[in-house]
């Protein structure tokens, strides 16, 4: 079993930054796909980034990139997406997700509201 649990969400104003955290449990960090995605209002849940435990390799959906960053320190069990240059379209619930086995767990979000 992985526990994931979300953090750094909140109300930021057009052009602002945040930065999300998404701390794993239960199982080697080192071994988890990591992942994080949204859910903006009436929409769709959505993949944001990822980021390879072996590769490194991070991808990044086009709406996102060059303004957002994955990130992750194994020592902490913990992965990062900062945000910067936030607009209000960026409003939503992010999640975190994490693949181990072919099995997905997802956390329970935290919410990052864009918004003058």
């Known amino acids: 079993q992985v526990q994931l649990v979300e953090s750094g969400g909140g109300l930021v104003q057009p052009g602002g930054s945040l930065t999300l955290s998404c701390t794993a449990s239960?199982?080697?960090?080192?071994?988890?796909?990591m992942s994080w995605y949204r859910q903006g209002p009436e929409k769709e849940r959505e993949f944001v980034a990822s980021?390879?435990?072996?590769?490194?390799?991070?991808p990044y959906a086009n709406s996102v990139k060059g303004r957002f960053t994955i990130s992750r320190d194994n020592a902490k069990n913990t992965i990062y997406l900062q945000m910067n240059n936030l607009a209000p379209e960026d409003t939503a619930l992010y999640y975190c997700?994490?693949?181990?086995?072919?099995?997905?767990?997802w956390g329970e979000g935290t919410l990052v509201t864009v918004s003058s």
């Open positions: 997700k994490a693949i181990l086995g072919g099995t997905i767990y």
């Open positions: 239960g199982v080697a960090f080192r071994t988890l796909i």
């Open positions: 980021i390879s435990p072996i590769s490194g390799r991070t």
